[in-house]
């Protein structure tokens, strides 16, 4: 019983670690990618700037036209950490979901564990109280035999 339990456990212990790795594992990469991505938009931003403002100036656009360019980009590049933030949230919120599951299934575990534990022990009891009424039958037999020769 208790090496059924042990192996139980570890077994699903083993599972959960898996699972928690390749959560983390996800987790990381996603956040490799969103900082990637955040640096090459902060920089594609500058560039962008920097050449238009350059290119107004050479070409001798009104000032007007130029800022419009620059609001074109700022607001694009707003966009963008708009919706870095929507997924970072996106995260959060499978994460807890993910997390939510994986306590159930552990509280499931353990009350399946508790009753396999509350079988075997009943069992337990009940072989042991035959044995000791087996026992009593025969001492109470043994017991007998002599009443009863006198008896005759």
């Known amino acids: 019983s208790i090496a059924i339990q042990s192996a139980y456990r570890g077994a699903v212990e083993r599972k959960r670690y898996s699972s928690s790795l390749r959560a983390v594992t996800e ?17 594609w931003s500058e560039r962008t700037t920097a050449v238009m403002t350059a290119q107004a100036r050479s070409k001798g656009i009104q000032q007007g036209d130029a800022a419009v360019a620059i609001q074109s980009v700022i607001r694009g590049s707003q966009q963008q ?21 994986q306590r159930k299934e552990l509280s499931q575990q353990a009350e399946a564990a508790a009753s396999i534990q509350a079988l075997a022990r009943g069992s337990q009891q009940r072989n042991k109280l035959a044995q000791q009424a087996d026992a009593t039958a025969s001492i109470q037999g043994v017991m007998r035999e002599p009443i009863e020769r006198k008896a005759d």
């Open 27 to 43: 987790g990381v990469v996603a956040l490799q990618a969103i900082a990637r991505a955040a640096r090459q938009r902060k920089a």
């Open 81 to 101: 950490k708009q919706r870095s933030q929507q997924v970072g949230a996106a995260a959060s919120i499978q994460a807890f979901l993910r997390g939510s599951q």
